[in-house]
């Protein structure tokens, strides 16, 4: 799934408990992949693991 930076700091608060302002102080870099994987739990939102956030390795040695 492609979705925009605030979409994917929105959902990371939600499934990590974070508090409502919490993604407005985290950042997601241009092109950054953030991998989530689900594995099924008691509680709806419980089986969310975070495996990487904001890795921009795949950018680096490219030109600015």
């Known amino acids: 799934i492609f979705m ?3 979409a994917i700091r929105c959902f ?3 499934i990590m408990g974070g508090s409502t302002t919490a993604s407005m ?6 092109t950054s992949i953030t991998e989530l994987e689900y594995r099924t739990g008691p509680h709806n939102l419980d089986g969310w693991q975070v ?3 904001n ?5 680096e040695g490219m030109p600015l």
Do not use: K
């Not at 890795?55 to 950018?59: G, K, R, T, V």
């Open 51 to 53: 495996v990487r956030t």
């Open 55 to 59: 890795d921009a390795a795949h950018l």
């Open 12 to 14: 990371l608060r939600r």
């Open 4 to 6: 925009h930076g605030l």
């Open 25 to 30: 102080h985290s950042q997601t870099d241009n």
